[in-house]
C-alpha cells in the first residue's frame, strides 16, 4: 500500500509568488491535515480536509488556504509569499479523522522564498 | 489551548544504553490521546507509541515504553537497548479526544537524540 505522497519535495520560489503544494493520502484516506515546520516555531497545525471541508483551522494568516478534492487529495496555497514562509510542508492521512485512527506522515515539501 | 513541552533539546546515549526522554503537556480535558513520534533526517514522521489517557497501563512498543503520569501531565519516552537507528529528533503530541478537534495534533520542541557508538 502507498504510502502519504507530497509533490514537490523541494520548491525554490521569491517573494511575492505564491504557490501549491500536493499531497495524496494513503488510499482509503479521507482526512488530511497540514502541518509548518520551522527551526523557529517547530510544527504547527495549518488545516484538516475532510470529505473535501475544512473542518478545523490553526492560526495562520489567510495566505494560506487549501482545499481537498473528491479522491481526497489535498492541495495547500501561499500567496504572497514572505521569506517567514520557508518552511517544511507536512501532510499526513488518516482514515476519517477520529481522534482514535493513527496519523500517517508523508515526506513533506521543503519551501525556501528566496 | 493545550500546550507540550519538552526540555531536553538534545540527548545522546550510548549504543545497547537506555535513555529517557522528558515530555509535559497542559489541558483542561480529561480525555485525549499522547504520541511519540520520530523524524529521521528523512524527514518523515514516524509514529514510535501512542497512550490513550483513560488507560493507566503505559503502553509499549518493543522497546520503546512510556510513563504515563496522568496527575502530573508528565508523558517520558524510554528507549530500551539503544540502536544507531534511534537517532532522530523525537516529538511529544497532544490530540484531543473531542471529535470537533479532528485529527489536530499540537506537538513539542523536539528532543534531538544522538546514539554513540
Known amino acids: 500500500k502507498a504510502g502519504v505522497t507530497q509533490t514537490p519535495r523541494y520548491l525554490i520560489k521569491t517573494r511575492g509568488q505564491q504557490v501549491t503544494l500536493s499531497c495524496s493520502p494513503i488510499?482509503?484516506?479521507?482526512?488530511v491535515s497540514w502541518y509548518q515546520q520551522t527551526p523557529g516555531q517547530g510544527l504547527q497545525f495549518l488545516f484538516e480536509?475532510?470529505?473535501?471541508?475544512?473542518?478545523n483551522k490553526g492560526n495562520f494568516p489567510g495566505r494560506f488556504s487549501g482545499r481537498q478534492f473528491s479522491n481526497s487529495r489535498s492541495e495547500m496555497n501561499v500567496s504572497t509569499l514572505e521569506l517567514g514562509d520557508s518552511a517544511l510542508y507536512l501532510c499526513?492521512?488518516?482514515?476519517?479523522?477520529?481522534?482514535?485512527?493513527?496519523?500517517?506522515f508523508g515526506d513533506g515539501t521543503r519551501l525556501s522564498i528566496l | 489551548a493545550q500546550t507540550v513541552t519538552q526540555s531536553q533539546p538534545e540527548m545522546s546515549v550510548q549504543e545497547a544504553e537506555t535513555v529517557t526522554l522528558s515530555c509535559t503537556y497542559d489541558?483542561?480535558?480529561?480525555?485525549?490521546?499522547l504520541f511519540w513520534y520520530k523524524q529521521p533526517p528523512s524527514r518523515q514522521m514516524i509514529l514510535v507509541i501512542r497512550?490513550?489517557?483513560?488507560?493507566?497501563q503505559n503502553a509499549t512498543e518493543n522497546r520503546f515504553s512510556v510513563n504515563f503520569q496522568k496527575a502530573a501531565k508528565s508523558f517520558s519516552l524510554k528507549i530500551s537497548d539503544s540502536q544507531l537507528g534511534d537517532a532522530a529528533m523525537y516529538f511529544c503530541a497532544y490530540r484531543s479526544a473531542r471529535e470537533t478537534s479532528g485529527s489536530r495534533l499540537t506537538f513539542g520542541e523536539g528532543t534531538q537524540l544522538t546514539v554513540n557508538p
Open positions: 489541558t483542561s480535558e480529561s480525555d485525549y490521546y
Open positions: 499526513a492521512s488518516s482514515l476519517a479523522g477520529l481522534s482514535n485512527q493513527p496519523q500517517h
Open positions: 480536509y475532510f470529505s473535501e471541508t475544512q473542518r
Open positions: 488510499s482509503g484516506h479521507r482526512s
Open positions: 497512550q490513550e489517557a483513560y488507560k493507566q
